[in-house]
């Protein structure tokens, strides 16, 4: 089985392209979405995250605006959330995988955000790197509920530049072009793959 790492930036049509390889049958991790269900009602680090970090646990889950507020500007505490988050998540990642293998998948996708700055992509036999021009970024992530110039300029902050993830990529898929033209480029990504 092939893994395939996805990542982006921020407003960069990650969701998008993970979206469009789940239409083509491809089995996709989300680790956002891995993150949210551990912080829900009933997830595995609510108590952990509530102990680490006293009033932000709320009704059984973890209240995630009051925790962005404390951690985001600290990196301190933000370690101390990434260490509690990420080995939960990993495990999600190898259950998602094992079960890939069990099943004979040709090809299972990790979608993570932050691939190349944890060292992802050395879990990966490829990645997918997607990116779009910057002022169609800035559109994007600018319309979003809650969302600043100061604030996206914090996020790009804390992630490596698009330029460079480009260059360490095995594959780049341009989204500016509309969802039809990033299909088209995923699909001959993925023959590609399956022909490896």
Not at 41 to 55: K, R, T
Not at 75 to 88: F, G, Q, T, V, Y
Not at 131 to 137: E, G, H, N, R, V
């Amino acid at each position: 089985m092939i893994v395939v790492g996805l990542t982006g930036s921020i407003g960069m049509g990650k969701s998008t392209a993970a979206s469009v390889l789940r239409q083509l049958g491809v089995p996709v991790h989300d680790a956002d979405a891995s993150v949210h269900r551990l912080m829900n009602h009933g997830g595995a680090a609510v108590g952990f995250v509530a102990a680490a970090f006293p009033g932000t646990g709320l009704n059984g889950a973890i209240d995630r605006k009051e925790l962005g507020r404390r951690v985001f500007a600290d990196p301190a505490k933000l370690k101390r959330l990434e260490s509690i988050l990420h080995p939960m998540v990993r495990e999600q990642e190898r259950i998602f995988l094992r079960t890939c293998r069990a099943l004979r998948r040709p090809v299972a996708v990790l979608d993570i955000p932050l691939l190349y700055e944890t060292g992802g992509e050395k879990r990966c036999d490829a990645v997918i790197v997607v990116t779009a021009p910057k002022f169609l970024q800035d559109q994007r992530v600018l319309k979003r509920p809650g969302m600043s110039r100061q604030r996206l300029d914090e996020i790009l902050e804390k992630q490596m530049p698009d330029a460079e993830k480009r260059q360490h990529a095995d594959f780049v898929v341009p989204t500016g072009l509309g969802k039809r033209a990033s299909r088209v480029v995923l699909s001959r990504i993925l023959k590609t793959l399956k022909q490896r």
